[in-house]
């Protein structure tokens, strides 16, 4: 494989490179009390003090977060916000009835738009454009899969706008070398997330709920959560730490933090985009096992990311977003093959970050009332808009108000912990180099979906 070398690799994203940020926010000044304390300042975190200060102003709200507003997967995601949730539909169509998931999608599909309404609101720029979502597929194993999944959705009386496209009417809308279909899927978004992230931060901050940065939460117990610079006691703590869950004691095999990585390309010229069709601003996905995802950014870029070394031994996380240079030579590659018109392009930089996943793959937003300690997360990718979900739906818990939103499924939800090490590391490089041997079985000519992704599968748990 040819080494693809990035003008800059980590410094936590490109979103945050090319995002005007202030300095830090200070510490927490030593112990105080609050009525909540939020642990962690992403998306779910923020989103969950936005509603509570909103709902009830005289609200005592804090936020506690190690680095820095939206450092984790908030800021180095691939700018997907969309409706998408990572839960079974049909397993949650078996346990808890189809008016169920159609509850589910509904409010799926709305927390698109109140993010892109509280953006409007809150005067955030984050270069927002709702134009959808494009899963291709390429290769007949791909495209099966892609219409079994269409077809099964439709059958719960699900996905009524997502259409199908052929292969000339993928390449009318996005020329992806290879496409033989994709399925368009409008209730999505393409942002900036650095920009979302640090404009929801500053909302919440104007609502009277302080940002305490540099402040590392070592462990939450009933009433309290204890970090290096003091306690917080408050009746209702919310843990919102998504792939750093692990950094907390006694949480270290709750959520695997999964490694993903992204390339993102200098600006492209006129001459390439013509060749590639882009003109819209679709986000855009693939029916592979080891899935990519990519944006066409505000100033003409391509945000292409994928899995790199999915899995660091002991749930360790990246250091500042710095990935391996395999990724990088491998994220290239596939951009390439994907768009053969950017072979000569530079890529400007590279990044990774980690995306929390239960043993189970399915997300869940829990409140115990004995202890008031609540938590959010396991969005397995599709955190964007889902975090928007679980901060409204924190909020309803917190308040003790029943809700269309904590009559949900995923409400109360508990997966089983993940195994020790060293089975968790060697499990998760077991299932994605089953999966990528099988996503080249598919691509060399097969027409079904190979027995190693089967395989893989069943040993992930999905």
């Known amino acids: 494989m040819r080494r693809s070398t990035a003008r800059r690799n980590g410094g936590v994203s490109h979103w945050f490179a090319t995002t005007e940020v202030p300095g830090r926010r200070p510490p927490l000044p030593g112990d105080r009390s609050a009525d909540v304390c939020v642990v962690g300042g992403g998306f779910t975190g923020l989103w969950a003090a936005y509603y509570l200060k909103r709902a009830r102003p005289e609200l005592d709200v804090v ?70 979502i494009l899963h291709v597929a390429r ?52 942002v900036q997330p650095a920009r979302l992230v640090r404009g929801l931060a500053a909302a919440v901050e104007r609502l009277g709920v302080p940002i305490y940065e540099g402040t590392a939460v070592t462990e939450v117990r009933p009433g309290r959560a204890c970090s290096d610079r003091g306690t917080v006691t408050a009746p209702h703590v919310l843990i919102c730490l998504e792939g ?9 095999r709750d959520w695997v933090p999964l490694n993903s990585a992204i390339v993102a390309t200098e600006p492209l010229p006129d001459d390439v985009w013509e060749q590639i069709g ?9 029916n592979a096992h080891a899935y990519m995802y990519a944006q066409r950014t505000a100033d003409g870029r391509i945000a292409f990311g994928g899995r790199g070394v999915p899995y660091r031994f002991g ?18 590659a596939l951009l390439h093959a994907f768009f ?26 829990r409140l115990d009332r004995a202890t008031g300690i609540g938590m959010a997360g396991g969005y397995v990718g599709s955190g964007v808009a889902t975090a928007n979900l679980a901060g409204r739906t924190l909020r309803d818990l917190v308040l003790g108000q029943e809700s269309e939103l904590t009559a949900l499924p995923w409400v109360g939800h508990r997966s089983r912990r993940w195994e020790p090490e060293p089975l968790r590391f060697l499990g998760a490089h077991l299932v994605y180099s089953l999966y990528r041997a099988a996503d080249r079985r598919e691509l060399g000519g097969s027409t079904r979906t190979s027995r190693l992704a089967s395989i893989a599968t069943r040993l992930a748990g999905r």
């Open 63 to 132: 936020v506690l977060e190690r680095e820095f507003a939206g450092f984790g997967a908030s800021g180095r995601n691939g700018g997907w916000l969309s409706s998408e949730f990572s839960a079974s539909r049909a397993q949650i169509a078996r346990d808890h009835g189809l008016e169920t998931v159609r509850a589910l999608q509904r409010t799926a599909e709305e927390s698109v738009d109140e993010v892109i309404a509280v953006c409007r609101q809150e005067r955030i720029e984050a270069d927002v454009v709702k134009s959808g």
């Open 244 to 252: 750093f869950t692990a950094s907390l004691r006694g949480h270290r």
């Open 139 to 190: 290769g007949a194993a791909q495209l099966d899969r892609l219409r079994r999944a269409h077809e099964a959705n439709r059958a719960l009386g699900l996905d009524a706008d997502v259409v199908e496209l052929d292969a000339a009417e993928t390449e009318r809308r996005l020329r992806v070398a290879g496409a033989d279909g994709a399925l368009a899927n409008p209730h999505a978004a393409r």
């Open 315 to 332: 749930s360790r996380t990246d250091v500042a977003g710095r990935t391996q240079q395999a990724t990088i030579d491998q994220l290239t």
């Open 278 to 286: 882009w003109s819209g601003c679709e986000l855009l996905g693939d």
């Open 340 to 365: 053969p018109a950017t072979a000569s392009a530079a890529i400007d930089h590279a990044w990774c970050g980690v995306l929390g996943v239960p043993r189970d793959w399915t997300p869940a937003v």
